[in-house]
């Protein structure tokens, strides 16, 4: 079994990936197209990704990516706490760079506001690259953003614990595959179906439509988000997660009737839900 993720070995995906296949199977991939274009062209049997992050927001490589397609589906969602930590080979006094991935460095902005005011901070591609690189320059005045695992992956020591500005920070990770076919989640106790819905043009109110035909059949909206279509300025297609607390049936009663609307709706997944702590 083969397992594509958004590396490098020891991201916060692989730790995701981790926690649902033994680290052998497990294949990095430089970006989220990659990893998912591999899954399509049938050379992975499954693919995780980040979806999304509570300080973030949305990854749109990953919604847009899986828009554009109707082969793949959600099996199951991981929700990882993101903790960062603050990495060197030595504690230095006159930090000249920090280094990070950009949502690093943004989640942890008010820390390096306060500790490292006047400190060049650089986007590198991942938070593993970050902690690669400082070990592997043991000599420049450079520290890293990136995780407990990178640490002990690369031999740094932890300067400054768990320094993300806030303690609820979590992302969570989509495993997707080529297998269509709905399942069965009767045993889980957390699960979700996400539809992407397409709105038909030139029709006053339609997305208040779309909603009441949730809303009269009091299905449960985990989240509701819009993105571009990429056509015309101001066309959207939206991203709607639904909490399966409720009969599946009336999940389909009200896609059918938002299809009568002449609406698009994709399935792209019912699944389990599953918190790390």
Avoid: C
């Avoid at 990495?87 to 949502?103: A, I, N, Y």
């Avoid at 995780?147 to 690369?154: I, L, M």
């Amino acid at each position: 079994m083969k397992v594509g993720y958004l590396g490098p070995k020891s991201s916060f995906t692989f730790q995701a990936a981790n926690e649902i296949f033994p680290e052998n199977t497990l294949i990095p991939f430089a970006s989220i197209p990659l990893t998912i274009e591999q899954l399509e062209n049938k050379t992975l049997d499954f693919a995780v990704v980040p979806i999304e992050n509570s300080l973030e927001g949305s990854v749109h490589a990953t919604v847009d990516y899986l828009f554009d397609q109707t082969a793949i589906t959600i099996k199951k969602e991981v929700i990882l706490p993101i903790r960062q930590q603050l990495l060197g080979t030595h504690f230095v006094e006159q930090v000249k760079k920090v280094l990070s991935h950009p949502q690093a460095l943004a989640q942890t902005e008010q820390y390096l506001k306060k500790h490292f005011p006047e400190v060049l901070l650089e986007a590198v591609s991942s938070t593993t690259a970050a902690a690669q690189y400082v070990a592997e320059h043991p000599h420049d005045k450079v520290l890293a953003i990136a995780s407990k695992k990178a640490a002990e992956e690369y031999g740094l020591q932890i300067l400054a614990k768990d320094i993300q500005d806030n303690s609820m920070n979590k992302t969570r990770f989509w495993l997707l595959s080529m297998d269509k076919d709905k399942q069965n989640l009767a045993r889980y106790q957390n699960k979700k179906v996400t539809l992407f819905v397409s709105l038909p043009a030139n029709l006053p109110g339609a997305l208040h439509q779309v909603l009441s035909a949730f809303a009269w059949r009091k299905i449960d909206l985990a989240k509701i988000e819009s993105r571009p279509l990429k056509t015309y300025l101001g066309e959207y297609f939206f991203i709607i997660d639904i909490l399966l607390n409720e009969n599946e049936v009336l999940i389909e009663n009200a896609i059918k009737e938002i299809e009568l609307l002449h609406a698009k709706v994709q399935w792209v997944g019912n699944y389990p839900v599953d918190e790390i702590t």
